[in-house]
């Protein structure tokens, strides 16, 4: 075989290629281009002082829209137009298929550091890696040590109902949620909105139900996935809304600074006021929409002091709206909701596996585990959530308050027993991470 490199303006296309490429499959071709670099030749044979090629078309129109100034050829010598027909046929033929199971096993560990839209895979036919994963979610047990109804004292039993209004004591849920004309499920991916979702759609009208997934951006990367993984397990959709960009987060917390559990702007700029936005464009709410929750007493003392939730809840503030919200929950512990996923053959969301909770990977509520979980299992992104700290400390109206904070929990050595600092080695690590000596910062 005889490889030379040549300038590419010397290379031309074969005229008679039969083969074509979408917009969006060119695209992705140059990204993988850009991030693999040009790694096998392309096929070509010489004609009166050029090279025309005969595997690689598209790698070189590819190259050619990118500025490359060289290629790589493997130089070949068809005699007859057959031969260049076969040549080509050949470069173009796969003639494995992927097994789905052991692709799919084999790439999710790896699941941070390869973006899923760039490649796609035969299996029966081409299918893009984001759909191949979401056939294949690891199944597993949620860890004893993070079934939080065990240090709730609730033994995984139920709690004991709460007196239903009066106006309701002969309405059953079912029949008070199939009252509305639409059904709508804030849907996360959690345990609790699986079960919720499950619930519902088991004992409600299908047709009147929208489910909803909030894309904040700052989600883990395996989320994507899950959520194509139960659309095909509850079968039906859920329809993604949210501005994801990177770009829009670092704005906000430029402006808002660090969210924390006193400054959670985070919850009503990344998704409450998307929702609104959402249901009043399209006018799910008032009375003729009930919103179903997964709230559980189980989930914490806070929820369980909450007077007046019952699982029936008429014309409830739920910020500048009003609406009828179901909790179908409510009176679940931990392992009844999971036993409800787990009856149906459902996987939970793969995170379990390391904290006890879903959401974004910088939630100002995460606890210490996340953000050391984070930072073994996902390095990229625990960079990526640190260079939001950074972002944070450009916010003139919060600045003071996130270093006063840190500041406080240096003196009284917590710092190292709190998110997100719980996943740096010591001070210095903070000092030099935020380019600022925090014990002796003062807050003017």
Known sequence: MNIIKVPISKVKPWEDNPRNIKRQDFDRLKRQIKDLGVYKPLIAFPENGQYIVLGGNMRLEALKSMKVKQVELSIIHPKTQADKIKYALSDNDNVGIYQDDK?????????????????????????DL???????????DIPEERQRFKALGTTGQHIEPLQVPDNLQQISLKKFIDSHQNIV???????????????????????KITLIYCDTGIDFPDVKPYLQYCE???????????????????????????????????????????????????????????????????????????????????????GKLKARFACPLLLLSDLETVQLAKDRKISLYPGYLYFDRNGCYICPNAPSQKWLAMKENWPKLWIKAVSYLIAATKSVQYRDYFLRDIRKAVAKNTIYKSAPFSSFVDIEDINNLLNIDIESYNNK
């Open 232 to 318: 095909k397990k509850l079968k039906h959709p859920i329809i993604i809304i949210g501005n994801s960009s990177d770009e829009y987060y670092l704005s906000l917390i430029e402006k808002y600074g660090q969210p924390g559990t006193n400054n959670q702007w985070c919850s009503l700029k990344l998704k409450t006021e998307i929702l609104f936005d959402y249901y009043k464009e399209w006018d799910l709410i008032d009375e003729k929409t009930c919103l179903i929750m997964g709230d559980r007493f189980a989930e914490g003392e806070r929820r369980r002091d909450h007077s007046d939730r019952g699982q029936f809840k008429l014309n409830m503030a739920y």
């Open 185 to 207: 499920i804030p849907f996360s991916g959690g345990k609790d909105s699986l079960a919720a979702a499950i619930w519902t759609l088991e004992n409600c009208d299908r047709n």
């Open 130 to 140: 984001q759909t191949i994963l979401s056939n294949f979610i690891p199944d597993f």
């Open 103 to 127: 692709l799919a096993e084999l790439i999710y560990p790896e699941i941070e550091d390869i973006n899923l839209s760039d490649y796609k895979a035969d299996i029966d036919f081409p299918d």
